[in-house]
């Protein structure tokens, strides 16, 4: 069994980050602190998951001497970064992100020049001889208005533009940076045999480059959010066994827990559900009913509402579980009358345990700010991501060891 001897690491896109000096603010207000507590917990050295919003992104990268900035940074204050998160483009901390998460998409050359920059930032980042993932959203979503008729065929030419990129920044730079596509709900791509379809087609254009295939094949490869694929009520053991009989790569894998409804004929339980409904970010919400082997998926929905938890739909009404794209701490099991899928997440380390490679680990609970009630104080999302980290590392120990 192996998984990363890594430092643990947390993505960063919980804190905003407008400017380059707000991303050092950032670490310097929530990563510091959270370092100093798992020191004191007896943990071992804290990685950062890095998040540059794509102005700070041309910021970095049209200074020569800004990411020695970064790495300056990170060198003095005994952080490691060897992750980038490059999904969000834009203002993750806007009042509305919604679907404009999924802007622009990977049919539009800015998707492209900004996940290059994002990964020439780190490859400044990463120390001799270590590899490194970058996360990308799932090509786009038929959210934001319908898709043109050439829609994957633009996204494939990108991509592999961005495999030849990449190719070409390891021949530069000695550093070994992969790309993690990551299926997301409502997404074009979003469970695993229609990411595995999409993977084929994508080999099967870059095949007539043998210099494009080996770049595909060597750089392209998957994010798997533990998250995102419980809330399709797809298995873990399932997921990974899939992507590695099809060799493709997981490159990265976001450590994440949804929000479970085990009785949605309970109104107090869907009443606790309706206060994780906000107006940031998308909640997309499944429900399915117990199968003889595992669930079928009954109804579909692009966002929690408070309406949908009162008067649920017959499809929603009448299942017995739902889920909720909610990251929330990876370090509780349940949230009162509500669960988590942390059951899903212990499959999924044992199963990442079982691979002949280790992927990235990335704590992802970008939710801190918008969790339900009062707004966690500093201390307290300090406190919050320290007590994650700390559930990682015992749930990788647990995943890894011996049986007795």
Known sequence: MTLPSLPLCYCTNVHPGRSVEEVLEGLRQFALPVRDRLRAAGGGPLAVGLWFADPVAATLTGDADG?????????????????????????????????AVYTPDWASPDRARYTLDCCTILAALLPEGREGSVSTLPLGSDLNGPLSADFQTSCIENLIRVAR???????????????????????????????????????AAAAGEPGDAAAVRDHLGLCYDVC?????FEAPAEVV???????????????????????PADAAARAELARFAEPRYLHQTFAASRADEGFE??????????????????????????RTHFHVPISRTDLGLLNTTRPELVAAFAAIAELPYAPHLEVETYTWPVLPGATPTREEQIEGIAAELIAAAELAAAATASPA
């Open 228 to 232: 995102h694929q419980a809330v399709e």
């Open 241 to 263: 066994a899939k992507f590695e009989a099809a060799d493709v790569r997981i490159n990265k894998v976001q450590l994440s827990c949804a929000v479970e409804l085990t009785d």
């Open 297 to 322: 998926v009954r109804g579909r929905s692009a966002d929690m509402t408070a309406a949908l938890c009162d008067a649920p739909p017959a499809e929603f009404a009448d299942a017995d579980v739902w």
């Open 67 to 99: 990411p020695a900035r970064i790495a300056e940074f990170l060198e003095e204050h005994d952080l490691s970064c060897y992750t980038l998160n490059a999904f969000p483009f834009g203002d993750f901390h806007a009042d509305a992100v919604k679907a």
């Open 165 to 203: 990129g990449l190719d070409e920044l390891h021949d530069r730079s000695g550093r070994m940076i992969r790309l993690a596509i990551e299926p997301e709900p409502f997404c074009l791509l979003e469970r695993t045999d229609q990411t595995l379809d999409f993977f084929r087609e994508l080999r």
